[in-house]
């Protein structure tokens, strides 16, 4: 019988909590189950280490996912520990990618269905691991004004902060490489993304072609720079066509250098900075996940390389 640990968060309201009963009731069918609430990041390394071999399954989001992965990297065990996900985030990012149904009961099924795959993770120089993405720019630029209007706004802060941030955005002078080799020598950028997962927000393709299973990274840098491109730029973004825009590099390699003037960086969703400089390099198969047996990832996107 499959051992595993279900991880949490104790803080989780009455929806997510009946989430978590439906996809609890499938795995014990199964599994013998062992579940755990945790109320901060910090508490997941004890936590790991008392799961022991059993495999864990994050129920939460992207930054749930992010959490528990880091604490398996740090503790050395994340090559050894299945993972599979019950997504309850907003915007469930990596779920997509991989192709995880986004009910809590269907995604509990594909665990106790028992077939797993290798999944890429990313690792930067700060020993921080990227499950889906990481981005700077005008991204990261509406997340921090955004946070100011949510308190008096809520949802529509959001949008106020990206529109904010596209008609005056804080152009970053940056030096990007991938592999070593210059992608943008000193540009001033409105955005440089960088994939293991595809989208952000719930479904937009910022990243297209990125795939965790791939072993290589997706970067993406874009110069739009005045305000007609801008705005063709966010049109182009939400149906995930952008790329195509001359004002747009896209690019895939193993490794990716940032560095320049004072950048904002997210990660996962988590705003992080200001970085003077940040590397990222892809770590092929470092884990493997529950995953259905057919392969949704893949793309009909070119690559350049």
Do not use: F, N, Q
């Given at each position: 019988m499959e051992r595993i640990l279900l991880v949490a968060n104790a803080a989780a309201g009455t929806h997510e909590q009946e989430a978590i009963d439906a996809a609890l009731a499938v795995l014990e069918e199964n599994a013998d189950v062992v579940v755990v609430s945790t109320t901060h990041p910090d508490e997941l390394d004890e936590v790991c280490v008392e799961g022991g071999d059993r495999s864990v399954v994050v129920a939460g989001g992207d930054g749930s996912l992010h959490a528990v992965v880091n604490?398996?990297?740090?503790?050395?065990?994340?090559?050894a520990t299945s993972i599979g996900l019950i997504p309850l985030g907003t915007g469930n990012d990596f779920a997509r990618a991989v192709g995880l149904p986004l009910d809590p009961a269907e995604a509990a099924r594909i665990v106790t269905a028992g077939h797993t795959r290798p999944i890429d993770v990313v690792v930067d120089?700060?020993?921080?691991?990227v499950i889906n993405n990481a981005h700077l720019g005008?991204?990261?630029q509406a997340s921090r004004k955004a946070s100011k209007w949510k308190s008096r706004l809520g949802r529509i802060g959001y949008v106020v902060g990206?529109?904010?941030?596209?008609?005056r955005p804080d152009f970053i002078r940056v030096r990007v490489a991938v592999d070593g080799?210059?992608?943008?020598?000193?540009?001033?950028?409105?955005q440089v993304a960088v994939g293991n997962g595809s989208s952000v927000g719930g479904g937009t393709e910022l990243i297209p072609?990125?795939?965790?299973?791939s072993g290589r990274l997706v970067v993406i840098v874009s110069r739009a720079a005045g305000l007609s491109s801008r705005l063709v730029y966010l049109a182009r973004l939400r149906g995930g066509t952008h790329h195509l825009m001359r004002e747009v590099t896209r690019i895939t390699g193993s490794e990716v250098t940032v560095e320049g003037e004072d950048f904002w960086l997210t990660t996962d969703g988590e705003v992080s900075g200001p970085h003077r400089s940040r590397r990222w390099e892809v770590r092929?198969?470092?884990?493997?996940m529950y995953l259905p047996a057919s392969d949704p990832t893949g793309s009909d996107v070119p690559d350049p390389t």
């Open positions: 604490a398996l990297y740090r503790l050395d065990l994340l090559s120089d700060a020993g921080l691991v005008v991204g990261t990206a529109l904010s941030a596209m008609v080799e210059p992608v943008a020598p000193g540009t001033r950028v409105a072609g990125a795939d965790p299973a092929s198969g470092a884990t493997t």
